[in-house]
T-cell receptor
Framework: AQTVTQSQPEMSVQEAETVTLSCTYDTSESDYYLFWYKQPPSRQMILVIR??????QNATENRFSVNFQKAAKSFSLKISDSQLGDAAMYFCAYRRDFGNEKLTFGTGTRLTIIP | DAGITQSPRYKITETGRQVTLMCHQT?????MFWYRQDLGHGLRLIYY???????DKGEVPDGYVVSRSKTENFPLTLESATRSQTSVYFCASRLTTNSYNEQFFGPGTRLTVL
């Protein structure tokens, strides 16, 4: 079974600084997707960024980027120029590429932005 | 506004009562999902459905029942609620025309079982 591990229950960063959230996963599959979701206090789950395992290039979405290390099964999220609105729970998630639509989530990292 | 909605948003019930959480999506997405969110566990899959009348168990299905008579609705029933079912419940849906399709989440239902 696939597992996703987020070893940092809480992180904090000064506003405008950069922070990296860690995620590791375990799978025997070669084709899969990885995601980072943001959950602000409103509880709404918001997709931040996704990475296809077959792509070597790391995904980037504005201030958010990932460091995908397939051999190490590591998928970290870097947030640059942190803003107050980035404060939230961040969840790493895994999904097989085909035949299985289920997302497997990590336990989350609570990110606090210090003004 | 089109999207995925859940009702009620908040529910308090007593142990042993039956509770149904509703989920409705307007996109005609084929896949629908129910997750529960608990501290220290992230989101865990309860049940999912690939299409109308097709459902399957997820990671934590015990104590829950689902049905899907129509594509747009996916209700989750707690037949006899227990305190351990106090949680935040999320419904999600996904179009599956290709593997890239995103999974969209509803706003969640906070359920308290006394």
């Amino acid at each position: 079974a696939q597992t996703v591990t987020q070893s940092q229950p809480e992180m904090s960063v000064q506003e405008a600084e950069t922070v990296t959230l860690s995620c590791t996963y375990d799978t025997s599959e070669s084709d899969y997707y990885l995601f980072w979701y943001k959950q602000p206090p409103s509880r709404q789950m918001i997709l931040v960024i996704r990475q296809e395992a077959y792509k070597q290039q790391n995904a980037t979405e504005n201030r958010f980027s990932v460091n995908f290390q397939k051999a190490a099964k590591s998928f970290s999220l870097k947030i640059s120029d942190s803003q107050l609105g980035d404060a939230a729970m961040y969840f790493c998630a895994y999904r097989r590429d085909f035949g299985n639509e289920k997302l497997t989530f990590g336990t989350g990292t609570r990110l606090t932005i210090i003004p | 506004d089109a999207g995925i909605t859940q009702s009620p948003r908040y529910k308090i019930t007593e142990t042993g009562r039956q509770v149904t959480l509703m989920c409705h999506q307007t996109w005609s997405h084929s896949y629908m999902f129910w997750y529960r969110q608990d501290l220290g566990h992230g989101l865990r899959l309860i049940y999912y459905s690939a299409a109308a009348d097709i459902t399957d168990k997820g990671e934590v299905p015990d104590g829950y029942v689902v049905s899907r008579s129509k594509t747009e609705n996916f209700p989750l029933t707690l037949e006899s609620a227990t305190r351990s079912q106090t949680s935040v419940y999320f419904c999600a849906s996904r179009l599956t025309t290709n593997s890239y399709n995103e999974q969209f989440f509803g706003p969640g239902t906070r359920l308290t079982v006394l």
